[in-house]
């Protein structure tokens, strides 16, 4: 604890030297630092035109007036040294947790404990923001400035919500009706009297597994988030009728009450995450409401054996897996013993074996531990007769179904593949060649070594567990870091043009939404012409949709994250698809996706191979690579396999 407390010294120093640095520099590019003492360097006054005539730039620069400047800035300096001292012998962190449950200056505390944890996932998006303007073929700096503030915001608001349902600042407890989980009745749930879901009934009963369903977009996380108290008093939803957990009124009580009895899993379980590592993050809520170190301990203990996670205790909680993140986020909601579990789209990130895993575990919850599950969820398959109850959302009703019928209407629904989809000739000549590729993050080796051929034409599955390194690959093939390791026409990538590279290899990350740089989809669009002549990426993107032309012109002045998820994908393939890339490298294609948005994509892929493209998906979705792809290869432990297997 105490090296956590220096190196929040370390950091103040560095912020308070950064903050006088700065300030004198900026002084110097805008009017220059003149005053006393010896002229530095005597830099042209430079004053600009137009709306900006008042503005003048540079000028002299004299030892006193940088001296003035520097001194100026120190009393902010002082001010964030002294949060630095005081970090060294308090725990700041944690009198600010206790100073959110009570005391005259909750609101302050509860926005500090807040912002303190989104900190860290600010540099991460930085990161995240600034490798996407690599694969757009972006220069501009400003570009940065969207995307990160738009995940900052999305960050704060998961956060709070994270700590919202697992009682932090909560003045009080609810008691709960153990015999009565979840009971919704006659109820309606929309915004601004715009109603989303009408006359929802049903009852959720101790020891059972309902999985709830239905088309993206369709209103199953709003069901949870119904029950959970998240829609009606965080995200500012209204409700008639009765919706009840543990006979406690959903509509009256906030989560932060219910958070004894009432766990959550949400659906982005990495946004979620509100500490440092497993243990802490695992032992959050017991910690919050100030439960004796050594009983916290205990429990993480007894939580981690439970679910075989012992050995992720002293891990990071950015270090983990998509399968582990899954299962720490369960034995964080698992914790207080709840009655009731949500879970959203649990099977989203994983692959076949971590897929097995969670839904073994949510059935000995429900069936062995009697704790009252409730999952939604796109993916039926993998279910078998686990689930007591199935309950499909659609068309702003609740209809309740049976396994095999849901079963019936998924198969009606999905699309076989396109007849004119047809693996390129044998012995046709590839277009792109990967030459030893290896990728390494830190001691670690991601990619060891790859070798791959890739023909224009096909579309090639790239299968393996999380963690294989499938994502390295892909990312390192379309921004290489190394020269003579990844060729497509016969130029080596690395040698390309930032601006030119798209039209090379183009990457649309897992993390899609990370293309995104400006606030409505028509200046997405205006924003991928100019890297083509022809100006098509509005057109392309409804052409991906099959849009007609008052649904594009309304798609046209929305924000891209209004969209449904199949809709931002094929923005995002839009997007990339503008520079008629020779490769096109997609990661996780149909994660998250309804058997519609997933036909969507398909087609898209289809089309860029038709055109002569050759493209490579990395999924964990063995329907979809079977419906769409000419060929698949398989990756593990960071190494391709050298059997292919022809689907």
Known sequence: MRLTRLAALRTAILVAVGFVVVRVLYRIVFGGADGPGMLLVDLPRLRLSGPFEHITLLGPVTSGGVALIAWGAVPFALVVLAFGLLAVVFDLRTLAARGAVRGPVRTVS?????AWAAVPALVGSVARVRTARRLRGERSAAS???????????????????????????????????????????????YDGSWSLVDVDFDVAPG??????GATGSGKSTILDALS??????????????????????????????AGFVGVVAQSVRLSFVAATVREELGFALANRGVAAIIVTARVEETARRLGIQHLLERSTAALSAGEACLVAIGAALIEHPVLLLVDEPLADLD??????????LDELAHQAGVAVVVAEHAIHGWGTRADVWLEVGDGTLIRRNGAELGRLNSDRSQARPAHHRPPPVGAAPIAEIRDLTVTHGDVVAVAGANLHLCGGEVVALRGRNGAGKSSLLLATALPTQRGAVFVDGCDVHAVGRRERPSYVALVPEQFDDLFFSTSVEAECRRADRRTTTGTTAQLFAELLDADPDRASDLASRHPRDLSAGERLCLALAIQLTARPRVLLIDEPSRGLDAAARALVGRAMVAAATRGAAVLMATHDEDFAATYSTRTIRMAAGRIEPVTVTS
Do not use: K, N
Request: charged share 20%; aromatic share 2%.
């Open 144 to 190: 940065l400035l969207v995307p990160v503030l738009e995940q900052s915001v999305e960050r704060a608001i998961a956060l709070g919500s994270a700590m919202e349902v697992r009682g932090f600042a909560a003045t009080r407890r609810a008691e709960p009706d153990c015999e009565r989980p979840a009971t919704v009745h006659s109820a309606s749930l929309g």
């Open 229 to 258: 108290g998240l829609f009606q008093h965080v995200a500012g939803g209204e409700q008639q009728g009765i919706v009840e957990v543990a006979g406690v009124s959903r509509a009256l009580i906030p989560p932060r009450e219910t």
């Open 208 to 213: 059972t597994l309902t999985v709830v369903t």
């Open 110 to 114: 509860r926005a500090l404990v807040v």
């Open 352 to 361: 076949d074996s971590a897929r097995a895993t969670v839904i073994a575990l």
